[in-house]
């Protein structure tokens, strides 16, 4: 499994981007099984934390600093994962990194995409 992080940049405060995750080299049945695919970032000094998750069920959970501000979906059929970030704040800046946790295979990780909001 591949997983390549997409989007980001540099945004305003205030402002909003949105974020894609692309699985390649896992057929399709794979990526609708029974799985979870997550958002996390990692800022300078900090510890990789979790932003957002998504079940291939749909269910979802946040982490309490962007609840109301970042939503999380999937597009199965384009086995793709999403997060669209809004009212953004400095301190959501962060490499922002996606991953797949299959049963299987494993956790597979993407390789990261640079946030950075300016105040």
């Known amino acids: 499994v591949q997983l390549q992080a997409s989007g980001g940049g540099l945004v305003e405060a205030g402002g909003s981007t949105r974020l894609s995750c692309a699985a390649s080299r896992i057929i399709l049945s794979t990526f609708i099984s029974f799985n979870n695919m997550g958002w996390y970032r990692q800022a300078p000094g900090k510890q990789r934390e979790l932003v957002a998750r998504i079940s291939s069920g749909g269910t979802i959970n946040y982490a309490d600093s962007v609840k109301g501000r970042f939503t999380i979906s999937r597009d199965n059929s384009k086995k793709t994962m999403y997060l669209q970030m809004n009212s953004l704040k400095p301190e959501d800046s962060a490499i922002y990194f996606c991953?797949?946790?299959?049963?299987?295979?494993?956790?597979?990780w993407g390789q990261g995409t640079q946030v950075t909001v300016s105040s």
């Open positions: 991953n797949l946790d299959l049963p299987r295979e494993g956790i597979s």
